[in-house]
C-alpha cells in the first residue's frame, strides 16, 4: 500500500509537469513523421502522405498519458504549396485535450534544395473531469465544477531547409499562450495551460555502403517553465527497406524503434521508450505505433526511399 501511494504520487507530480509544461503530444517517431512538429513539413513530398499513430505511455498505468494521432498532406500548384491536416487525441490523469490543426507551406525551391514555411491554425478543446478522482474534501474548491471544457484557438508556424538527404528545421507549433506566467498570453480559466514550445530538428543520412545508410538527427525542446530537451538518435537503413534505430531522450528514456517499407505505399513503424530517469523502477515502459500510407500517380514512380 506505501509502495502505491508513492507511485500514485510520483504520477501526480509528472502529470501536472506534463499539463503545465509540455501540452505537445510527446511523439518518439517524429523522424518518419515531423508533420506535428513543423507545419512546413506539408507538402514536402511529391505525394499525397498520410499516417496513424497511438501511443501508449507508461504502458498499463491507470491515467498515464496516451495519445492517437491523424494526418494527412499534399503538394499543389507544381509542388510549391503543401496543405495538410492533423487531428489529435490527447489523455492524461482526468484531462483530455481534442485538437484540429490545418497546415499551409510554401515551398521555395533552392538550386538543390528546398527552403519552406509553414503555417499552422489549431482549435482544441480541453475537458477536465475532477468527478472520476477520489477525493476526501468535499468543501474543496478545486472540485466544485468537477466538469470543464474550453475551446483554446491557436496557431503556429515554421521553417524547414531540405533535400534529399539533409533537413534542419525550427518551429513554434503554439504562438499563442494560455499561461499567465508568460508574456503575451491569453487568460484561460481552463485547468489546462497551453504553453508556446519550441523546437529545433536536423539530420542528414549518409552512405555507408550499397546496403546500408546512416541517419544521425537531433531534436531540441524548450518549453516555457521546464528544462531544456534534447532527442539525440542514430538509426540505419538497410537495403532501402528496414529502418533500424535508437535515440537517447534527455532526463527521460532511451528509445528503439524500427520502420519498416512494406511497399512504396505502405509503412509500419514501432517504438519502445525505456524509462531512464528517477522513475524507472516505479513505471512500466512506454509503446508507440505508426502506420503510414502513401499514395498518388507520381508516389507509384519514386525510386528513392523516404528518408524523413
Known amino acids: 500500500m506505501k509502495k502505491l501511494l508513492i507511485i500514485l ?30 507545419p512546413a513539413y506539408s507538402g514536402t513530398k511529391e505525394y499525397v502522405s498520410s499516417a496513424m499513430l497511438y501511443r501508449k505511455q507508461w504502458s498499463s498505468f491507470p491515467g498515464a498519458p496516451e495519445s492517437a494521432l491523424f494526418n494527412i498532406h499534399t503538394p499543389i500548384k507544381n509542388k510549391r504549396i503543401g496543405l495538410g491536416l492533423t487531428a489529435l487525441n490527447d ?15 510554401y515551398h521555395l525551391p533552392l538550386s538543390q534544395a528546398k527552403l519552406s514555411l509553414g503555417l499552422r491554425g489549431v482549435i482544441s478543446q480541453v475537458k477536465t473531469d475532477f468527478g472520476s478522482l477520489v477525493y476526501f474534501d468535499q468543501s474543496d474548491p478545486v472540485y466544485t465544477n468537477q466538469k470543464e471544457s474550453k475551446i483554446l484557438p491557436n496557431a503556429g508556424f515554421g521553417i524547414l531547409f531540405h533535400s534529399e538527404r539533409v533537413y534542419a528545421g525550427v518551429s513554434l507549433p503554439y504562438l499563442l499562450s494560455y499561461d499567465p506566467e508568460q508574456s503575451l ?19 542528414v543520412v549518409v552512405p555507408v555502403s550499397s546496403e546500408i545508410e546512416l541517419k544521425p538527427a537531433v531534436l531540441i525542446k524548450y518549453v516555457h517553465g521546464a528544462e531544456m530537451q534534447y532527442d539525440a538518435s542514430l538509426s540505419a537503413l538497410i537495403s532501402r527497406t528496414l529502418w533500424l534505430g535508437a535515440s537517447y531522450r534527455s532526463a527521460d528514456a532511451i528509445v528503439l524503434f524500427t520502420h519498416v517499407q512494406v511497399s512504396k505505399s505502405l509503412r509500419v513503424g514501432y517504438a519502445y521508450d525505456i524509462i531512464n530517469s528517477s522513475l524507472k523502477n516505479n513505471l512500466n515502459n512506454s509503446h508507440e505505433l505508426m502506420l503510414g500510407y502513401d499514395f498518388g500517380f507520381k508516389q507509384l514512380k519514386i525510386k528513392n526511399p523516404r528518408f524523413f
Open 9 to 38: 504520487s510520483l504520477l501526480v507530480l509528472v502529470c501536472i509537469d506534463t499539463v503545465h509544461a509540455q501540452q505537445q503530444g510527446l511523439l518518439s517517431q517524429y523522424l518518419f513523421n515531423d508533420m506535428p512538429l513543423n
Open 185 to 203: 498570453s491569453v487568460s484561460s480559466t481552463s485547468a489546462f495551460k497551453q504553453t508556446r514550445h519550441y523546437y529545433f530538428s536536423s539530420g
Open 91 to 105: 489523455k492524461i490523469g482526468v484531462t483530455t485535450n481534442n485538437e484540429l490543426s490545418f497546415t499551409y507551406a
